[in-house]
């Protein structure tokens, strides 16, 4: 029994010091103006507004957190530093009951095209070196792999809320 769980101890530790890393890294050289959160909205925001050419300018709060997985209040959290930091604004429908949006602001967009160009120059690298079938193996392992973690997660929490 204790041969299968030192050899998931050290497995459960190299996944979690992996992903620490990766964040760290990035973070250092990448993300010099904004921090990961910040950059995946904004670039969401970016993908929507090429998509969209009705409603280009008007990301929801509530579609921002559905694509961060976070709640709302976590979400407005964020946006709220984000505005402080004149990369996007927020604003109402109507009296405010109709849904909060975010637009980006020009700031806003001049910091994701340059923290966009050092990922793109920093990835294209990797790919050069690694080979984009490996990347792309790579890619959809880490898509399959956060899947079953989120769902263990949320059976997790699920089985907190019965036992209280």
């Known amino acids: 029994m204790a041969e ?3 050899p ?6 190299e996944i979690t010091y992996r992903r620490y890393l990766l964040s760290k890294d990035d973070a250092k050289y990448m993300f010099k103006d904004i921090n990961i959160a910040e ?3 904004l670039h969401y925001m970016c993908e929507q507004k090429e998509k969209d050419s009705i ?7 509530s579609e921002i957190s559905e694509k961060l997985n976070l ?6 959290k964020l946006i709220r530093e984000m505005n402080g930091k004149n990369l996007v604004e927020w604003d ?4 405010g009951k109709d849904g909060t ?3 980006i602001t020009e700031h806003g967009m001049k910091v994701f095209e340059e923290t966009d160009g050092r990922l793109r120059e920093f990835y294209t690298r990797i790919l050069e070196k690694l080979g984009k079938e490996k990347v792309v193996e790579l890619l959809q392992l880490m898509k399959e792999f956060d899947s079953v973690m989120r ?9 907190n809320e019965t036992d209280d």
């Open 151 to 159: 769902t263990e997660l949320e059976q997790m929490e699920d089985n």
């Open 39 to 41: 950059y995946i909205v």
């Open 55 to 61: 409603y280009s300018d008007k990301i929801y709060l």
């Open 101 to 103: 949006y975010v637009t």
């Open 8 to 13: 998931m101890k050290e497995i459960a530790h």
């Open 92 to 95: 109402h429908d109507g009296n």
């Open 4 to 6: 299968n769980i030192e």
């Open 71 to 76: 709640p709302i209040r976590k979400t407005s």
